[in-house]
């Protein structure tokens, strides 16, 4: 069940994603793109299988059998996409600030439509 509920998050965040990156406003194009980042992130994260009430590490003592712990290379692919995800995200927001004081507009191509 946790599957389903994550492909459909995945689908919806990619799908509003590309429906806000289709817009002609600059704004709602930055927020398609944080979108699809999100629902990238997210597919990496199910990628490393979900695991519930699995162990983050090895306990000592004990024999090392994979299959029984989580995996941290997807979190922590993660963990970096997001990071530069959000300085991406801050960059594009300055850029787009600027076109807009330069051009006095917010539309996509830089004409507003009649």
Do not use: K
Request: aromatic content about 8%; glycine content about 8%.
């Amino acid at each position: 069940m946790t599957e389903v509920v994550i492909a459909c998050a995945i689908g919806v965040l990619a799908a509003s994603g590309v429906w806000l990156l289709l817009r002609p406003r600059t704004f709602q194009v930055a927020i398609g793109l944080s979108m699809l980042s999100y629902a990238v992130n997210l597919f990496i994260f199910a990628m490393g299988r979900l695991r519930v009430g699995a162990a983050p590490v090895v306990e000592v003592g004990r024999a090392a059998d994979p299959a029984a712990f989580a995996d941290p290379l997807p979190q922590a692919l993660v963990l970096t996409a997001i990071v530069i995800g959000f300085a991406t995200t801050a960059l594009l927001l300055v850029v787009l600030l600027a076109a807009r004081g330069f051009s006095g507009t917010d539309h996509v191509d830089g004409r507003e439509s009649t």
